[in-house]
């Protein structure tokens, strides 16, 4: 089972694999074998999970490591687009001792926010502004908790968030209550604010 707590002090992979939708699956057979046979037998790793979108298009490894220093990057798969991948820490939490457990069939759906930075210097401002959206998003109806990663690279920000429903998610999208801090966080980073919500498939 995967654990996300800001508590544990873990670093995490986010490799986000763009798909078409005929292909997902096999995409997804593909990410659980590369944790299986390859990255849970390197020194380091502590777990790994595999989320598919359900739109089709999208498919998530989320693996964390112990440290930087024992972090293997996860690689491209033959015959599929290439993933954005990134290593990240948690620096945000609402509710802020939160604690995410990861398990194929769990309750709820998951919400990746995904900004990509136009430079790697807007992401302390941009971390700032992330803080106080997580604090106004707490609370809303049917939100479980979310975890907000940054990379070490600096050049992403993505949101973990845990909803219970497609329609509790959408509820709060339709009337965003950050919405007063959106546009400067647009001016700092691209944003693929998905209102698809993904579904937990594996976990090790």
């Not at 599929?80 to 769990?106: K, T, W, Y």
């Not at 990509?116 to 992330?130: A, D, G």
């Not at 109806?141 to 975890?147: D, F, K, P, Q, R």
Request: proline share 5%; with cysteine.
């Amino acid at each position: 089972m995967t654990i996300i707590s800001k508590a544990n002090g873990l670093l995490a992979e986010f490799a986000v694999f763009p798909v078409e939708p005929d292909n997902q699956s096999s995409l997804v057979e593909h990410a659980i074998q590369n944790l299986e046979s390859n990255l849970k037998h390197h020194e380091g790793f502590i777990s790994g999970a595999v989320l598919q979108s359900r739109d089709g298009l999208r498919v998530t490894s989320y693996v964390q490591w112990n440290n930087q220093k024992a972090y293997i990057p996860t690689q491209p798969f033959t015959d599929f687009n290439s993933p954005d991948v990134h290593l990240f820490e948690i620096f945000a939490a609402e509710p802020e001792e939160s604690v995410l457990r990861l398990s194929s069939g769990m309750d709820g759906l998951i919400n990746f926010g995904i900004f990509k930075m136009k430079h790697p210097s807007n992401q302390p401002r941009f971390i700032e502004l992330f803080r106080q959206a997580l604090k106004m998003v707490s609370g809303q109806a049917g939100l479980i908790s979310t975890h907000a990663h940054r990379s070490l690279d600096g050049w992403r920000c993505i949101n973990f968030g845990h909803w219970k429903s497609l329609e509790d998610f959408t509820a709060m999208d339709t009337n965003r209550p950050f919405s007063p801090l959106f546009g400067e966080m647009l001016d700092l980073a691209d944003n693929e604010y998905q209102k698809t919500l993904h579904e937990v498939v594996f976990t090790t």
